[in-house]
């Protein structure tokens, strides 16, 4: 199948593609109608909130490691709520914060 192959550059074929244009599209987190029921939005509010705290603890004892997973995570769970979020304090083992995958 190789030596079938080929493997162009993107400067091969650029000539060939359409113009690109990106259009940002801001959407608001879920938030349920049942003030009691688990949403995309007090979940991201929880999981933001107990990870500011343990991370101005780290920064204030002196200590940067918590700003990595508090990026990533913040970040990435408004796109992968349907996966729980967990974060792990690699000092001690506990969990420092936490939240859960939703439908």
């Keep these: 199948m190789i030596g ?3 493997f162009p550059r993107l400067s091969d074929v650029a000539i060939s593609l359409p113009a690109y244009t990106e259009r940002v599209a801001v959407c608001g987190l879920d938030r349920a109608s049942d003030p009691e029921s688990p949403s995309q939005a ?3 509010q929880r999981l933001a909130s107990d990870l500011r705290q343990a ?3 780290a920064l204030y004892a002196g200590s940067k490691r918590l700003l990595a997973a508090y990026l990533q995570t913040l970040l990435a769970y408004p796109d992968a709520c ?3 979020a967990t974060v792990v304090d690699a000092t001690n083992g506990n969990v ?3 939240a859960p995958a939703l439908p």
């Design 55 to 57: 991370t101005a603890a």
């Design 4 to 6: 079938n192959t080929v």
């Design 96 to 98: 420092v914060a936490h």
């Design 42 to 44: 007090s979940c991201y």
């Design 82 to 84: 349907t996966r729980e």
